[in-house]
């Protein structure tokens, strides 16, 4: 049975277009390779 | 191949000789990355959009760069009425790879839309002023607020989930249902639609099941061209009213037929007298009527076979013209005699108004040699003894003229009278007689019969 006010609870604002802009600025686009690079460079760092 | 830390070309080797990366790790990334992107391909063409989502998003999280998956995520958010999601995706698309014809085609379709971007921002701020107006409990608003949505975005898959929960809550599990199978069609496998309808079918079942056992509570019975359904417990109470009711309606019958017996029947049986008298009655005037019409009917018919056997006596037209011609022949030959006899035959009130005119003119003509054949006749019968018949000549004779032959005809019929024993006729004759020629022979004779009343004249000497 589902609970309705639960279930409510999952149902987030819609990105309006005036907020498009500050969402995309906001998005965290780091990706696996950026952490493999952070890694061979602090690895690096470390070598030397 | 470039190493992805100091940009040197590496080629097939797996470390970066200039810097000593590691460029198999880094490939082994990237090589995921892409296989995530197949899995959100084949899903997005088997319309599981939310299954590609997740599947695109994992992809843009080994390798971000993926400029093919992100632009196949924004489309998935453009099919599911996610339009903003979808302009993000592949905004940053076309910042990470500049040159990129696929966003480039998307952002432009966009743009050259005229209105699209107001339209789908309204839409978004219904669909969240209808959240808000759910979690302030204000359904019937939200609603309303969906129903627009839907109506201006037919795609917003979050619409249709939300308005079909309200639903749900609401008992409308119909609405819902068909709700949710629209979401369906547009993503087919999204676990929150799936969710949904399984909950609509479950609780449609525990409905159908609630009704089944309410209809197993009723009884349904056929009176007359009714059927008549009510609940078992009415029914029984009613079988229990029914056995007094049963006494009732047996007590009710035995005083009805009392009633009847020594009220209805005897009015009845007046009833039936009264009107055997008035059909007697009836009846009786008909039969006088009919009597009275029978009598009516009688009298016209003896007055027609009067009038018929009138006509059976007298000639028709045409023999009568005939006669009347033959006549006119006769006369205008000299044969006054034949002329007379024809003329006789003519029955004068059958002719014309001509004919009529032309019978009188040759009648009168006629009139001597008429007298003196009814008197020769009336002569002759005389002379052979025949009264009857000469009484019948001489009358018609005396009729026409009473003065004939200076009064023979009239002694003559006296005398046939005298003869035949009608004396009062005779004396009337011989008087008149008498009266006309006192002087003559015929005078003279009558008055000898007159006063010696002398019936004894011999015949053979009067006529001549």
Request: with cysteine; glycine share 6%; charged share 25%.
């Amino acid at each position: 049975m589902i609970d309705f006010e639960e279930e409510l609870k999952k149902y987030e604002p819609a990105i309006e277009v005036e907020q498009a802009e500050a969402d995309i600025k906001a998005r965290d686009l780091t990706d696996l390779t950026d952490l493999l690079f952070n890694m061979t460079a602090q690895n690096n760092n470390g070598t030397k | 191949m470039q190493c992805f830390m100091c940009g040197a070309e590496v080629g097939d080797s797996n470390v970066c000789y200039n810097c000593g990366a590691d460029i198999l790790l880094y490939k082994q990334i990237v090589y995921t990355s892409y296989v995530f992107y197949n899995q959100g391909l084949e899903k997005a063409k088997v319309r599981d959009l939310s299954g590609a989502i997740e599947a695109l998003k994992s992809s843009l999280q080994y390798y971000k760069y993926n400029t093919r998956a992100r632009n196949l995520l924004g489309l998935c958010y453009y099919q599911t009425g996610e339009m903003v999601r979808a302009l993000n995706e592949w905004v940053i698309s076309k910042n990470l790879q500049e040159d990129n014809p696929d966003a480039d085609r998307y952002l432009a379709e966009i743009e050259s839309t005229p209105g699209l971007l107001p339209k789908v921002n309204s839409t978004i701020k219904k669909y969240n002023q209808a959240i808000e107006y759910c979690k302030s409990g204000s359904r019937d608003l939200a609603i309303i607020q969906l129903k627009k949505v839907i109506s201006q975005n037919a795609n917003f898959v979050k619409a249709h989930q939300l308005l079909a929960l309200l639903y749900l809550e609401e008992g409308k599990f119909a609405d819902a249902r068909k709700l949710l199978n629209q979401a369906a069609k547009i993503d087919s496998n999204n676990t929150t639609t799936i969710k949904y309808i399984h909950e609509v079918k479950a609780r449609l079942k525990d409905q159908n099941t609630g009704k089944r056992r309410k209809k197993n509570d009723t009884v349904s019975f056929v009176d007359g061209n009714d059927t008549v359904v009510m609940s078992e417990k009415s029914f029984r109470s009613m079988l229990d009213n029914s056995r007094s009711s049963l006494m009732n309606i047996i007590l009710g019958l035995v005083i009805g037929m009392l009633i009847c017996f020594f009220l209805v029947v005897p009015t009845v049986k007046d009833n039936a007298k009264d009107g055997n008298s008035n059909t007697i009655l009836a009846l009786n005037e008909a039969l006088a009527e009919s009597n009275s019409a029978n009598e009516s009917l009688q009298s016209d018919i003896e007055k027609l076979k009067t009038e018929l056997s009138a006509y059976d006596d007298k000639q028709d037209v045409a023999t009568s013209y005939d006669n009347l011609f033959a006549a006119q022949n006769y006369y205008n030959s000299g044969d006054s005699a034949t002329a007379s006899q024809y003329i006789q035959l003519v029955t004068k009130e059958v002719l014309g108004e001509q004919g009529q005119q032309a019978y009188d003119t040759l009648y009168t003509a006629l009139s001597p040699a008429i007298i003196q054949g009814f008197f020769d006749d009336g002569n002759n019968f005389y002379s052979e003894e025949n009264y009857e018949s000469a009484i019948t000549n001489f009358k018609t004779v005396v009729d026409i003229d009473e003065n004939y032959g200076n009064g023979a005809a009239l002694f003559l019929l006296g005398d046939c009278y005298r003869l035949t024993d009608q004396t009062d006729l005779a004396l009337e004759c011989f008087e008149k007689v008498v009266e006309l020629y006192p002087s003559n022979k015929w005078g003279k004779q009558a008055k000898v019969y007159i006063a010696a009343d002398d019936t004894k004249l011999d015949a053979k000497e009067v006529g001549e």
